[in-house]
């Protein structure tokens, strides 16, 4: 990581001789987050369901600035209490959070101005909706990258994000060596409306995953309609283009929404496209959140090789001391528009004292032209310090 010593060097220049190592030390934070959650999985094509009881503890800390340096170190465990799930047991539906520890966040941070921040380690990312570039934050093992970043405020309006990645950790603690460059502009131009470009170029070193070369513009507001009223809205249109082994495969992406609100109720209406090219290659998100798309059920993390056309429809409730949302899902193919299947997913979130957070959420698939019906269950309660 050549960036990332060069970080390390300007850091140390900046520092100065007379810097002790018990000043960067003192006076940082700690945080501790805890997760106990259990999943349950029933498969149409398996005689078996997944029953997951798992435990996430998550520590780090952080130091205090010194010389406009910071440095930051995270350890996270997972522990299966409960493991009749693949992996952990054969012949019963997948849980993706696998046993075991790892560092989950480490690096150094400069502070060049207030405004641009160079870091170099190993870090989570979300950029706008994390469709394209997220931590996967709902799995107990999160996703997160080892490289070297940039965030840089420009003319209190313009934000620029950019990053080179050299490997992803994913949710299932592989670590897969890759090369790639992000970068995303964001123009703030005014509440009712916000532009994102970007373009994000991915290599990967295993040669039969394909190179993918991204990019699109994204627009997302609010318009107020009466007194307490809003619409919101996201429009995005992106292009990928693909190499696998001697292949190349255009693809494109497309997501419409609009969301009215009306304390404390909301209603979405919105449609995605991942596009196919002659039906032998779909457009694909390997570094996005994706269990955040197409319903919770998890059944399209893979794009088919057909594309995918998602129409969807979503209420949600904030209450002052819970959260109460539904959402129904029509998927069909892009090639030829076969029914895929259909989803509802459902969820209710609660505040409880000393910080606690508790959840409960529901995914019930069918299937038509793809997968297998699945059903899916998660119980699941958090504290953060």
């Not at 109720?265 to 039906?279: N, P, Q, R, T, V």
Request: with cysteine; aromatic share 10%.
């Amino acid at each position: 990581m050549l960036g990332g010593a060069g970080l390390l060097t300007c850091a140390a220049a900046a520092w100065g001789e007379e810097t002790q190592v018990q000043d960067f030390l003192h006076g940082g934070t700690t945080q501790l987050d805890l997760r106990l959650r259990y999943e349950s999985v029933e498969q149409d094509n398996l005689d078996k369901e997944a029953n997951a009881l798992t435990l996430r503890t998550r520590l780090g800390y952080s130091t205090r600035a010194v010389a406009d340096v910071t440095a930051f170190v995270e350890f996270e465990h997972t522990a299966a209490l409960v493991d009749d799930y693949a992996p952990e047991t054969a012949g019963r539906p997948v849980v993706a959070d696998p046993e075991g520890s790892e560092l989950n966040r480490y690096g150094v941070q400069y502070a060049v101005t207030p405004e641009i921040l160079l870091s170099a380690g190993r870090q989570r990312l979300i950029y706008d909706n994390a469709r394209w570039i997220g931590n996967v934050g709902w799995r107990q093992n999160e996703q997160t990258f080892d490289g070297v970043f940039l965030h840089a405020g420009m003319f209190k309006t313009v934000t620029i994000d950019a990053a080179y990645l050299s490997t992803v950790n994913t949710i299932t603690l592989s670590n897969v060596e890759v090369r790639a460059e992000l970068l995303r502009v964001h123009w703030a131009i005014d509440p009712k409306i916000g532009l994102s470009a970007y373009g994000y170029w991915i290599d990967n070193e295993d040669p039969a995953a394909a190179d993918l070369d991204t990019f699109g513009l994204r627009a997302t507001g609010k318009v107020g309609l009466a007194p307490a009223t809003q619409l919101r809205y996201s429009a995005e249109m992106a292009e990928q283009r693909a190499v696998r082994g001697s292949d190349r495969f255009d693809t494109r992406y497309g997501l419409a929404e609009l969301a009215l609100e009306r304390n404390p109720l909301a209603l979405k209406l919105g449609y995605e496209l991942l596009g196919s090219d002659a039906g032998d290659f779909a457009l694909q998100t390997p570094l996005g959140t994706r269990h955040a798309f197409q319903g919770w059920a998890d059944v399209f993390l893979k794009t088919p090789d057909a594309g995918l056309r998602d129409a969807y429809v979503a209420v949600d409730a904030k209450l002052p001391w819970c959260g109460i949302g539904a959402a129904y899902h029509q998927f069909r193919s892009d090639e030829s528009h076969d029914d895929l299947g259909r989803e509802l997913d459902a969820r209710i979130s609660v505040s409880l004292p000393y910080d606690v957070q508790g959840q409960i959420k529901l995914a019930r698939y069918r299937a038509n032209d793809y997968g297998v019906d699945t059903d899916k269950l998660w119980l699941q309660i958090e504290y953060h310090l």
